[in-house]
């Protein structure tokens, strides 16, 4: 399944659904979104295509084992990025 990038270091697959991850970090999504204003929800659409359609430019050689391998990388990545505030 093909990787999408979005925001936040979430990784969706291509029809933008979100893979299973912790449910704290789904409610902190929530109250980020809660948070948007309307211009940026009107913006949403736009950024989650642009987003897709880079992910599959940097992505359209790798194969589905490599995706994996990223995949798993970024998500350790992610958990070494500080939740709030600067860097420790």
């Not at 925001?7 to 902190?28: R, Y």
């Not at 359609?53 to 990545?77: G, N, Y």
Request: no cysteine; charged share 40%; glycine share 6%.
């Amino acid at each position: 399944m093909p990787l999408v990038l979005h925001p936040g270091h979430d990784l969706h697959d291509q029809t933008g659904e979100a893979n299973e991850g912790d449910p704290s970090e789904m409610n902190d999504l929530a109250d980020k979104q809660d948070a948007l204003t309307d211009k940026a929800r009107k913006m949403k659409p736009r950024l989650r295509r642009t987003l897709r359609k880079w992910t599959r430019i940097l992505t359209k050689d790798l194969t589905p084992e490599e995706e994996e391998t990223l995949r798993e990388l970024l998500d350790k990545m992610t958990a070494n990025a500080p939740r709030k505030g600067g860097i420790e």
